[in-house]
């Protein structure tokens, strides 16, 4: 049982270059998020499904697109990478009462 | 809409208690989280509270729920090293899809 599983952990993007990063989660959740996080912000949330095939747009979604095609997947595009994308993002599924957390993406754009 | 609000900086020697305090604006929010962050890792769900409850106490963390001053509170008892880290507290509003709203995260450091 890996949990919630992020891939990359770490990237470097040139601004105006794409990208997708991709949570996967092996708990048969329903609800996945994907969040932000800045320094002295705490987390912001981007984007968050709550079913397969599903998708809804959160506190900060600009600039983000979401897939939501299977349900154990939850996939964060950047379509053309801005310096201010540059963030830690993390993503999250919930059971019932908790919400279990990956390991987070590390991602610069310069 | 809501606002969750932490102090950002908290230093306490080993042995001493840490109380980590945090205000939060929506009285309806249905559970609040404390979650626990340590250098270059996710997060980590310390405990949790229902809103009708008080205080829950989980081995050496207390929780104190304060719904008319919409304040929350979480005490570390005898700190240690090991529980340098940020923390993070969140509300979870009725019927937001189980969103949670964070505070800025108070960077807890524990002193030898």
């Known amino acids: 049982n890996a949990g919630v599983t992020q891939t990359p952990k770490f990237r470097v993007l040139k601004t105006g270059q794409s990208m997708t990063l991709l949570c996967a989660q092996d708990?048969?959740?329903?609800?996945m998020y994907w969040y932000r996080q800045d320094p002295g912000m705490g987390l912001r949330l981007i984007h968050y499904?709550?079913?397969?095939?599903?998708?809804a747009k959160g506190e900060v979604p600009d600039g983000y697109n979401v897939s939501r095609l299977k349900k154990q997947n939850f996939l964060l595009g950047l379509e053309s990478a801005a310096p201010s994308q540059t963030s830690v993002y993390f993503c999250?599924?919930?059971?019932?009462?908790?919400?279990?957390f990956g390991q987070g993406t590390r991602l610069t754009v310069v | 809409g809501e606002d969750v609000e932490q102090s950002l900086f908290l230093s306490v020697r080993e042995g001493d208690s840490s109380v980590i305090n945090c205000t939060y604006t929506d009285s309806s929010s249905t559970y609040l989280y404390w979650y626990k962050q340590e250098p270059g890792a996710g997060l980590q769900l310390l405990t949790y509270?229902?809103?009708?409850?008080d205080m829950k106490q989980d081995q050496r963390l207390t929780v104190l729920l304060n719904k008319k001053d919409k304040h929350l509170s979480l005490r570390i008892a005898d700190t240690q090293t090991g529980d340098s880290a940020i923390y993070f507290c969140?509300?979870?509003?009725?019927?937001?899809?189980?969103?949670?709203?964070f505070g800025s995260g108070t960077q807890l450091t524990v002193l030898p």
């Open positions: 999250a599924s919930w059971s019932p009462t908790e919400a279990f």
């Open positions: 499904s709550v079913g397969e095939g599903t998708t």
């Open positions: 509270i229902f809103s009708n409850m």
């Open positions: 969140a509300e979870r509003p009725p019927g937001s899809a189980r969103q949670l709203t």
């Open positions: 708990m048969n959740h329903e609800y």
